[in-house]
């Protein structure tokens, strides 16, 4: 059927014009929404079934970071913790999207210490104290699920139990504002509020960002910002949120294999991360996993 323009007489046949009448009520179930989205954000609103797939893929991610948390030890180096994870989605039968993406050589980011994020896994043996984050990202039956974890290795130190507690507290700060109706901004007014209070600083350069249907998709998910501003959050869209947080001061440098990104000032960095999806009365977990357990 041709699409009735807003002033036509409404198809239901009640004799009010369409704008009056069950356009409203298409708008609220969402169907103009999805195009709407799409042409002024290029954001791709999920159905059912995406969701539904994004949430496999999510849940795989999960297990994959609970298998790794199971098998960190002192002494494990990066690069196993990469054949872990590489084993295991491929025995799950999923890819890992790190692998090539853009010319990352490996199947996961594994950042140490001061490494912000896209860590590269090689030979460094974990050591006593260090904290470690883990980034998967497996795609199954073509849907994307982005989540990461940071874990102590060893005895951690009080400032390897500030930052990482800091970071997890940011995440579920931000999630929490994650509803209709509220804005992008609100999620990272949220974190930048936590994290500075807390004598931290947010990472400016990397972001949380659309995904489900392709790994990196918009709108991008900035983890700071002003209450208010920013995409109005619809049910359908799903992102990750993944404050990186650091001790010291927010700025980074970038190392020469164009990936590995560092704190400039040496200091400890976190991050948690999690794909959500907006629903009709908030938000749900398609990473599910409680951040500050064990912390
Ligand atoms: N998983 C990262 C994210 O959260 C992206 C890593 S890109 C890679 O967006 F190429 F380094 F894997
Ligand atoms: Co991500
Ligand atoms: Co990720």
């Known amino acids: 059927m041709k699409k009735p323009g807003r002033n036509d007489p409404c198809p239901c046949g009640s004799g009010k014009k369409y704008k009056n009448c069950c356009l409203i009520k298409n708008e609220a179930a969402g169907i103009d929404l999805k195009r709407l989205y799409l042409q002024k954000y290029r954001i791709r ?12 893929a999510g849940q795989l991610a999960v297990e994959t970071l609970d298998l790794v948390e199971s098998r960190l030890r002192i ?15 491929i025995a799950r039968g999923a890819v890992p999207a790190p692998l090539n993406y853009r010319g990352f050589p490996k199947s996961v980011c594994v950042s140490v210490n001061n490494v912000i994020c896209h860590g590269i896994p090689d030979p460094y043996k974990l050591k006593d104290g260090d904290i470690v984050n883990v980034d998967v990202t497996p795609i199954l039956n073509g849907y994307y699920g982005d989540t990461s974890k940071t874990f102590y290795v060893g005895t951690p130190g009080r400032d390897a139990v500030k930052i990482v507690k800091v970071a997890a507290e940011s995440l579920v700060r931000g999630v929490s504002k994650v509803k209709p109706g509220n804005t992008l ?3 990272g007014y949220a974190i930048q509020h936590y994290a500075e209070g807390q004598g931290c600083s947010v990472v400016r350069e990397f972001v949380g960002h659309g995904v489900g249907l392709d790994f990196h998709e918009p709108p991008q998910v900035l983890h700071y910002g002003r209450k208010g501003e920013g995409v ?18 927010k700025e980074l440098r970038v190392l020469d294999d164009d990936w590995t990104a560092v704190t400039l000032d040496g200091s400890l960095s976190a991050q948690f991360e999690q794909t959500v999806v907006v629903t009709e009365n908030g938000c749900r977990i398609l990473t599910p996993f409680d951040p500050l357990a064990g912390l």
């Open 45 to 56: 609103l999920k159905n059912k079934d995406d969701i539904e797939g994004i949430a496999q």
């Open 75 to 89: 002494g494990i180096s990066t690069e196993e913790i990469n054949t872990i994870v590489h084993e295991f989605t």
């Open 185 to 187: 901004g609100d999620i």
């Open 232 to 249: 109005i959050l619809v049910p359908g869209m799903v992102f990750t949120i993944e404050p990186m947080i650091n001790l010291g001061k």
